[in-house]
Structures are given as structure tokens and as C-alpha cells.
């Protein structure tokens, strides 16, 4: 199947691609298969009893990536996705996921996105998503992300999320276990505008001993846009874990942080932090007394809150 | 270069109107260092302000280059030629030091050139360059980063809010250094300096001495300076009066 140029301009959007990756990838366009690759070391094998894809990555696969972009450009288009990932034990490799929707249409598009991670032991994994909407149609754009972890011994998960433009709602779950010496971060960057809202839900179970997480999500509503940050956080051992909510909010946007932290264990060490405001005034004097006007100056604060 | 005619700056506090800044009138000179010091709560700060034009002035009239500025806003300021160096240097949380430096040049900053700036604060560029200018810097660090995006600007005013503000003494000889190397580039620009240190004062060719508002004394460095060290109007970099007597 070809992408044609709006496809291939989401792409660009998602993945930051330009052409079709190296290594293993499936690109999924409309609900079809619009590309797939396998390497020596991982498989990508369409799902029998659901829509979605297994990817299997061998133990000891090193400096390897995987690209499982999605593209919606028709209107009316509803899905539901699940893609599951075996990581082998001692892997280590890089995964782009994202999704673009481009929706001109009068009727709602939306692709909700079951990804599941099962790391094997010492396992580590970067995994990259990216969520990006467009089009001028009445239809909206909606994104409902589940991500679910399952870390075993010794592995590692290095999330970044990121959702910046054009998604009218979306409603995101990501549930983590961990066990020994297992280690989760995660760093969400969220944007809400127009009439948009978003919904990020966190869920973390530090089971093994020595587990830690870090979990920071950096969010800006704008205009009459709503999020709730729901960040929960489960000691249920000697571990660590920190959680922070950091938003701004702009012009008549709304947030709700609802911070938990549950301790289960004497040396269960949990931290959380949450602060929501506007740009403080002496950041916008600040870059205003370098000659940028007072909204450039807030341009550049937001972008680089939300690199 | 600026002009101050009569200006004047009334805040509000709990017992009604103060009197920030009396009806004062002041011209700083091209390819002079003009130091501002006087005791605290003077009006130092507010005066540097109100030229930068965070604050408005109650009555009077600013010019600069020959513009009346009064109604200007910072950025038409800023984009006029003055540069404002704060006392206590803004957080941003993701932008990074060659971030600043880009804005503050207005072009497209080679990390080269990035580097450059950050050596001349003394800062080691490389390690530096691309840090956030975030909570995770300390005070100085972040003092020497607020010096280096000004001079990034060349402008043909800079302002500095007490620049010794939250510098160590180690640092401070090379502060000292950043400023001698202003003075000796200077050219047709102009530096204002708000400082109580003996060391700043004696880069001054002009100082002017604020006090509860008004200038009290005003005149050339050389003359000035041995009165303030005399009177103990001046500090030493330990931050302890200097007093010639007792010392």
C-alpha cells in the first residue's frame, strides 16, 4: 500500500519520518497494513484472534529500533488496536510508536492504542510515542492510549510521551509493574487547546524490592481546554518512587491534579509533587527585556517547558 | 545617552503612599561605566527598573539616544538598544543556556560562539552550554549565565542589578575581570552599574550616590569613591563596611 502526502506528512509528525525506517517496522494506515519489516531479531506478526501485532524481540538484541506508526486520514474511522511487545531478557532497543490523525471530515476518527510491554530480565527499553492530530473537518480527533508494563527483574523502561497539537480528546492509561531492581521513567508532555480535553492516568506498582519510578508529566492548557492528571503510585516494597505533575495553565484552561501515593512497606520511599500557575511574570520580563514581545516571550516558555 | 528628567515613583504600602524616587534628574554618559550605589532601599533597583521600563514612573520623562521612551514598552526598549542584567536571574524551566544566548543575540548562536560567552563569565562553556537555566544551577552559576546573555545582546546599555548579588568571593575577583574587560571595550556604548562593592566603584568614571530616593552625591570616580570609603558608604567584598580607621 502507498502513503499518499498527507500520510506521509503525519508520519513526519509521528515518527519523524521521512521514508521508511531501517530496521523493524509496521505502519498501519486506515486500519490496513501499510508496510512491515522484520529483522534478524524481531518479529512482527499480526494478531489472529484481535486487530493489532505481536513483536517479539530475541534476548540479547542490542542497538536495535522498532517503528509501529499509525496513520488515520480517512473520517469516521474508529479502531482499537492491541500491540503487544516480548521483550527478551538483556535486550535493549529503542521502540517509535505515535499516531497522527488527519481528520477534514464531519464524522469522529479515533485509534485507541492497547500497547503491552512484557520486559524480560535485565531487559531495557526507550519507547517513544508521539500523538498529533490535524485537519479542519467538524469530526473530532480522539486518541485513548493504554499502556501497560510489566518490568521483571533488573529491566528498565524509559518512557517519553508526548501529545503538543490537534488531539480534541483523548483519555490515557499507563499501568506499570515492577519487580526487583526494575526502574520505570517516564516523561509526559501534554498540551491542550481549543475546547480539548485530557484525561493522563498513571498507575505504578513498585512489587520488587529496590524498584524505582520517576514519573514526570509537563502540561500547558490553553484557551477553554481541560486536563486531569491522576498520577498513583504504589509502594509495596523497599522502593522509590517519585512522581511530579507540573502544569501551566493559560487564558480559561482548567487542570486537576490528583496526586496518590500508597505505602505498603515501612522502606517504601514515595515523593510526589504537583504545581500548577501561570508563567510567572519575571520569566516573561525577563525575555522581554531581550526584545521579544510579550507573546513570543510565552511562546518560548511554553516550548521549552514542553521539550 | 539616557536621560532621567524629574522622575518621580510612588508605591503603595500598608500606611498609604511612599515615595520610591523623588523627582530625580539624571544623564548617564556613551563610553562611560556610571556605578548607582547608596544604602539600601534608596531606590537603586527601582531606578533600573523604571529604565528598562518594568516600572512605570509616576511623573517624568525618559529619553534614550535622543527618543523620548517614557511610554516605550520593554521590549521596544530592549529592541532600542537597553539591556537589563537582573539581580536575581529568572528559572526557566527547558530552556537551555545556548537557548538564552540565541534569543538574546537574536541570530542563530554557533555553540562556538555560545562557548565564547560562557568563557568570558568563566564558566567551563562545554559543560554549560547545553544545561536548562533551571533549579538545578546554583545562585553564581546562574549570576555568570545572566551576565554572559546580556553581553550576548551588545547593547548600547547595560544595566546590571547588582551584579555581586549571590557571587562568591572566589568568583568575584573574576567578575571583577568581566567588567574591567567591559570598560576597556566599551566604545560608544554605555554600562550602569548598581553596586555597593569598593572594587565595581573603582571601575566607575561616574558614581552617583541614591539615597532615600534623591541623589545625594554625584561626580566623577576618582573624586567620589575616597568619601564614600571614608564616610563607610562603600563595602568591602566580605560584604563588612570598609571604614579606612578601622582597618
Redesign the interface.
Known amino acids: 500500500m502507498e502513503l499518499n502526502a498527507i500520510q506521509k506528512n503525519i508520519l513526519k509528525e509521528v515518527a519523524a519520518l521521512e521514508s521508511i525506517p531501517k530496521g523493524a517496522y509496521n505502519i498501519r494506515a486506515n486500519g490496513q497494513l501499510a508496510g512491515r519489516s522484520n529483522s534478524a531479531n524481531i518479529e512482527i506478526t499480526t494478531k489472529t484472534d484481535l486487530p493489532g501485532i505481536d513483536i517479539r524481540i530475541k534476548p540479547n538484541t542490542k542497538n536495535e529500533s522498532v517503528h509501529i506508526p499509525v496513520v488515520l486520514s480517512e473520517s469516521g474511522l474508529k479502531e482499537t488496536v492491541y500491540n503487544d511487545f516480548y521483550v527478551g531478557d538483556n535486550a535493549d532497543v529503542v521502540i517509535v510508536a505515535g499516531c497522527g490523525i488527519s481528520n477534514c471530515g464531519g464524522q469522529d476518527s479515533e485509534h485507541d492504542g492497547v500497547h503491552r510491554f512484557f520486559l524480560g530480565k535485565n531487559a531495557k527499553i526507550k519507547y517513544v510515542e508521539k500523538h498529533y492530530g490535524e485537519g479542519d473537518g467538524a469530526g473530532k480527533r480522539i486518541l485513548n492510549p493504554v499502556t501497560e508494563l510489566t518490568l521483571d527483574e533488573g529491566s528498565s523502561a524509559i518512557l517519553e510521551m508526548v501529545q503538543i497539537k490537534g488531539v480534541d480528546s483523548t483519555n490515557r492509561k499507563t499501568v506499570a509493574t515492577l519487580k526487583k531492581d526494575a526502574s520505570l521513567i517516564v516523561r509526559e508532555r501534554l498540551m491542550t487547546h481549543g475546547e480539548q480535553s485530557a484525561f493522563s492516568i498513571y498507575d505504578v506498582a513498585l512489587d520488587g524490592e529496590n524498584s524505582s519510578a520517576d514519573v514526570v508529566s ?1 502540561s500547558v492548557a490553553r484557551d477553554n481546554s481541560y486536563q486531569k492528571l491522576d498520577l498513583a503510585l504504589k509502594g509495596n516494597a523497599p522502593s522509590k518512587g517519585h512522581t511530579e505533575c ?1 502544569s501551566i495553565i493559560m487564558d480559561n484552561g482548567k487542570i486537576l491534579a490528583v496526586p496518590s501515593l500508597e505505602a505498603n512497606d515501612t522502606d517504601a520511599m514515595l515523593v510526589h509533587e504537583a504545581a500548577i500557575g501561570k508563567i ?1 511574570g ?2 516573561l ?10 507573546k513570543e516571550a510565552e511562546e ?2 511554553i ?5 | 545617552m539616557l536621560s532621567l528628567k524629574n522622575i518621580s515613583f510612588d508605591a503603595e504600602d500598608e500606611n498609604g503612599k511612599v515615595s520610591i524616587i523623588k523627582n530625580l534628574s539624571l544623564d548617564i554618559e556613551a563610553q562611560e561605566v556610571t556605578v548607582i550605589t547608596g544604602p539600601n532601599g534608596s531606590g537603586k533597583s527601582t531606578l533600573a527598573r523604571i529604565i ?1 521600563g ?1 516600572e512605570k514612573p509616576t511623573a517624568g520623562n525618559i529619553s534614550f539616544l535622543g527618543e523620548d521612551i517614557t511610554d516605550s ?3 521596544e526598549r ?2 532600542m538598544g ?3 542584567a ?1 539581580q536575581q ?2 528559572r ?5 543556556v545556548i ?2 544566548l540565541r ?2 543575540s ?1 541570530k542563530n548562536l554557533g555553540r562556538g560562539e555560545a562557548c565564547d560567552y560562557l568563557s568570558e563569565v568563566g564558566l567551563c562553556a562545554r559543560d554549560y552550554v547545553d544545561r536548562e537555566v533551571n533549579a538545578s544551577l546554583s545562585g553564581g552559576e546562574l549570576k555568570r549565565i545572566e551576565i554572559a ?1 546580556v553581553m550576548a ?1 551588545g547593547a548600547k546599555l547595560t544595566i546590571f542589578d547588582e551584579p555581586e548579588a549571590g557571587i562568591d568571593l572566589w568568583s568575584f575577583q573574576n567578575l571583577i575581570g568581566i567588567f574591567q574587560n567591559m570598560r576597556k571595550n566599551i566604545k560608544d556604548s554605555a554600562i550602569m552599574i548598581i553596586s555597593h562593592q569598593e572594587r565595581i566603584l573603582e571601575i566607575a568614571d561616574e558614581i552617583v550616590v541614591l539615597n532615600a530616593g534623591e541623589i545625594e552625591k554625584k561626580g566623577r570616580g576618582v573624586l567620589i569613591l575616597p568619601k564614600l570609603l571614608k564616610s563607610g558608604q562603600a563595602r568591602a567584598n566580605c560584604g563588612r563596611a570598609i571604614n579606612k580607621e578601622d582597618c
Not at chain 1, 520580563?285 to 510579550?294: A, D, R
Not at chain 2, 526557566?92 to 537551555?96: A, H
Open positions: 509537563r507540573d510567572a519575571e520569566q520580563i525577563k525575555l522581554m527585556t531581550l526584545g521579544l514581545s510579550e518560548a516558555i516550548n521549552g517547558f514542553l521539550k | 528598562a518594568i514598552s520593554i521590549t530592549a529592541n537597553i539591556s537589563f537582573f536571574p529568572v526557566f524551566k527547558g530552556i537551555s537557548d538564552l534569543i538574546a537574536k546573555t545582546r
